[in-house]
């Protein structure tokens, strides 16, 4: 507890003397400072934060030291994670390589796997994109089709994956491929690691109904992959995606949505709605809506605080993830509609001088959150699981 308390005092200190003031306000997407071959800064603040917390190993706090992390454990990292909330520093990297790939080589990887990949995912050096999806395996993703052939020396694959985010600015994927096709369909499953440069990958963009277009459909035409880029044994794919799927609902339970207005949802209902001589919300509906959220988003942040602590005392409930996955992005779309509601016809504001930058985020925030509950499992497959494995109950 003293380690603990002498730790936090450090990191305060430093993290007051290190994070430049711009990088303690809310983010909005276009600052955002994402890994890659060709990674941009949006700013010579946002790099050096970058520099700064990169060479801590604060990208990634918990990933071992002589790998590019910061060797913290649990307890430590939440330290680090309070003290960067308490003064507003900005995420200083975004990586699908941090929040899924990585957990999953370091469980999985062989040692050359993780020498290899683990200190780029640290550094930002290579942006990875997640290849699960196709146009025929969604939620029932274990009918995937994409094929990979053992050609000896290398695997040649062929097939097409969608709805892969930013596959466009990826400079690897992270692929479920098809390599035993008369297997029962989960156990024909392989996880392969591949490289967009690689002759025969191409990506198409397909345009948002928010403005953005993050989704591409990606394109496989004879591309040779290296044997040594297999994660996990051949054919037990299935496993490693089912473990990189815990750490994707993990992340999507904790992340709140997209990057969104700068006030938060009882500040949105003062200004807008406005409050009477004691200080009420002046329209009873709405104010009803903003308790029952705000109760519940202080439930969702105390059940995460309870399952943090029951991590740490070795007593982790392995279906918490998957009720918070629900329950989060689920409240998450509440919170969007609320805040849509409170602002009236100024959340109709898409661009242009007649709108603020809260305003428009507000609208694009709400678009993007129906993402939320489909995105690492839909709600209704959430729902299925959970009446399953945490509920036990009959199956029809
Ligand atoms: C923002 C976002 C980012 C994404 N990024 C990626 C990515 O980077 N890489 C990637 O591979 N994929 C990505 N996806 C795809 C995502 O994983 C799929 O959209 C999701 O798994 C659902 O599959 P589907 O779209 O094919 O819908 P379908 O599986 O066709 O489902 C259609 C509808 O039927 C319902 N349904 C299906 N099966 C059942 C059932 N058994 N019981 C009850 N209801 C059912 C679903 O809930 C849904 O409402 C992303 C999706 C979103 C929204």
Same mark, same amino acid.
């Given at each position: 507890? !003293?380690?603990?308390?002498?730790?936090?005092?450090?990191?305060?200190?430093?993290?007051?003397?290190?994070?430049?003031?711009?990088?303690?306000?809310?983010?909005?997407?276009?600052?955002?400072?994402?890994?890659?071959?060709?990674?941009e800064f949006p700013s010579e603040d946002a790099k050096l934060w970058f520099e700064r917390m990169r060479d801590k190993g604060w990208t990634v706090p918990d990933w071992p030291r002589e790998l590019g992390g910061g060797g913290l454990d649990e307890a430590h990292c939440k330290v680090l994670k309070d003290e960067m909330n308490r003064l507003g520093c900005r995420t200083p990297l975004y990586d699908l390589g941090i929040w899924m790939l990585g957990p999953a080589v370091l469980e999985f990887g062989t040692?050359?796997? #993780?020498?290899e990949h683990i200190p780029k995912i640290a550094r930002g050096e290579i942006r990875w994109c997640q290849g699960y999806s196709e146009p025929g395996a969604g939620s029932d993703l274990a009918s995937l089709q994409t094929r990979a052939e053992d050609k000896g020396d290398h695997f040649l694959v062929n097939g097409s #994956?969608?709805?892969?985010?930013?596959?466009?600015?990826?400079?690897?994927?992270?692929?479920?491929?098809?390599?035993?096709?008369?297997?029962r369909k989960q156990e024909g499953i392989s996880f392969l690691l591949i490289d967009m440069d690689d002759p025969g990958v191409t990506t198409r963009p397909i345009d948002l109904i928010?403005?953005?277009?993050?989704?591409c459909q990606t394109f496989f035409d004879?591309?040779?992959?290296?044997?040594?880029? =297999?994660?996990?044994? =051949?054919?037990k794919g299935w496993s490693v995606a089912k473990a990189l799927l815990k750490h994707e609902r993990k992340l999507m339970s904790e992340m709140g949505g997209a990057p969104g207005p700068n006030f938060t949802t009882v500040q949105a209902a003062q200004e807008y709605?406005?409050?009477?001589?004691?200080?009420? =919300?002046?329209?009873?509906?709405?104010?009803?809506?903003?308790?029952?959220h705000e109760m519940t988003f202080r439930a969702i942040g105390l059940t995460h605080f309870r399952s943090f602590e029951e991590?740490? !005392?070795?007593?982790?409930?392995?279906?918490?993830? =998957?009720?918070?996955?629900?329950?989060?992005?689920?409240?998450?779309?509440?919170?969007d509609e609320l805040q849509m509601a409170l602002l009236g016809f100024r959340g109709l504001g898409w661009e242009g001088p007649d709108f603020n930058s809260d305003?428009?985020?507000?609208?694009? !925030?709400?678009?993007?959150? #129906? !993402?939320?509950?489909?995105?690492?499992?839909?709600?209704?497959?959430?729902?299925?699981?959970?009446?399953?494995r945490a509920l036990n109950l009959p199956q029809a």
């Open positions: 507890m !003293a380690d603990l308390t002498a730790f936090r005092d450090d990191v305060r200190q430093w993290l007051q003397d290190n994070c430049p003031e711009s990088q303690r306000q809310p983010v909005v997407r276009e600052e955002q400072v994402w890994a890659g071959r060709r990674r040692e050359e796997q #993780k020498q #994956k969608i709805w892969t985010t930013n596959a466009d600015k990826a400079d690897w994927i992270f692929c479920l491929v098809r390599t035993d096709p008369d297997a928010s403005g953005d277009s993050e989704f004879n591309v040779k992959v290296p044997k040594k880029n =297999l994660l996990g044994e =051949l054919n709605v406005g409050v009477d001589a004691q200080g009420k =919300l002046r329209d009873a509906a709405l104010r009803e809506r903003l308790v029952r991590r740490l !005392a070795g007593t982790p409930d392995p279906n918490v993830p =998957l009720i918070m996955k629900y329950v989060g992005t689920e409240e998450t779309k509440r919170r305003e428009t985020l507000t609208n694009r !925030a709400w678009l993007f959150s #129906k !993402a939320l509950s489909i995105a690492g499992g839909t709600s209704e497959v959430q729902l299925n699981i959970i009446a399953k």
